[in-house]
């Protein structure tokens, strides 16, 4: 069976450099769409992912750092923490607060440190998802046709939603495309990794303060985490617990499993916005079972609403 053509524009039809665009948007959110000459997109950007930042900062008095005990205090402890996907506000946190004064003393955390803390490193997975946007937005073509009334999202809106849905709740990006049982699959075996493992925790894997770097890896299985922190993220340890190493690294492992899963849904609406077969499709040919041709969705690689 013969591939479909190709629909990625030659690098001198594009709207600018993918990577010039993902490195601006991972400094300054919103700084990659205003270099691909699309301010509203900038200001939209900009406008969430550093105001969620701020509000995170307020809520927290910038004391998320000082979860760190002092022997892991250094300029690249913090830098496995979500917040380091919106580089420009995480290095401004870090210089500004940093651990704490010096020399070091504990102190007391405001009474909403926990979710202000969720907030900055949500900013983080935020403007990750942005640089999804900006990078596709800037492979498309420099002449798009335009369509003022269309009300379905734009084409290269999609990958980013995929990704950003496949964060929110594992699976849902997979649902989102149709791939209805892949979805349940990953749903399925990550929550349930997720769950087994707070179990074994007993709940106390779900406290940023006691755990910061298995926190920062689970908490990229996005709202089971996060409803399950704002629930019972508080309870009390009031015994030996011989199964929390365990149950920390299943929690743990559950998150980073998921970017896996956020990685297969780009790839998927990549290939079916630029017209790139799909392993599926490249398998069902090889094996003589891709006599119906390549599938795509309505309208991809069509011009995109302003």
């Given at each position: ?79 496995l923490?979500?917040?380091a ?5 995480f ?26 803390s ?15 946007h ?35 709740v ?5 649902l ?30 779900l ?14 299985l996005g ?81 995109e609403?302003?």
């Amino acid at each position: 069976m013969a591939a479909a053509p190709s629909k990625i524009p030659p690098p001198s039809t594009r709207r600018g450099d993918p990577n010039v665009a993902v490195i601006l948007t991972w400094f300054l959110p919103g700084a990659g769409h205003l270099y691909l000459g699309r301010g509203l997109w900038a200001l939209a950007v900009f406008g969430v992912v550093e105001g969620i930042y701020a509000l995170g900062l307020w809520l927290s008095d910038g004391m998320a750092f000082e979860y760190l005990d002092a022997e892991l205090r250094s300029a690249l402890a913090p830098v496995l923490s979500p917040e380091a996907g919106n580089l420009g506000a995480f290095l401004w946190q870090l210089r500004r607060f940093g651990f704490g004064p010096e020399p070091w003393y504990p102190r007391p955390f405001p009474p909403y440190i926990g979710l202000g803390s969720m907030l900055t490193a949500l900013s983080g997975v935020l403007n990750i998802v942005a640089m999804v946007h900006a990078h596709v937005l800037a492979r498309m073509p420099a002449t798009l046709p335009r369509a003022p009334h269309a009300t379905s999202v734009p084409a290269s809106a999609r990958p980013a939603l995929a990704v950003g849905l496949a964060w929110l709740v594992p699976g849902l990006g997979h649902l989102y495309q149709g791939r209805r049982l892949r979805a349940l699959l990953v749903l399925v075996t990550l929550v349930g990794l997720f769950a087994l493992g707070t179990l074994l925790a007993h709940g106390s894997n779900l406290s940023r303060e006691r755990h910061f770097y298995y926190w920062a890896g689970q908490f990229l299985l996005g709202l089971p985490a996060l409803a399950s922190e704002l629930i019972v993220g508080d309870a009390p340890v009031a015994g030996e617990l011989p199964l929390v190493e365990v149950g920390l690294v299943f929690a743990c492992v559950a998150g980073m499993l998921n970017v896996l899963a956020m990685i297969d849904v780009f790839g998927w609406q990549e290939a079916e916005l630029f017209g790139l077969p799909k392993r599926g499709e490249e398998r069902a040919a090889a094996e003589g079972g891709g006599a119906q041709g390549s599938r795509t969705s309505p309208g991809a690689g069509e011009g995109e609403a302003a």
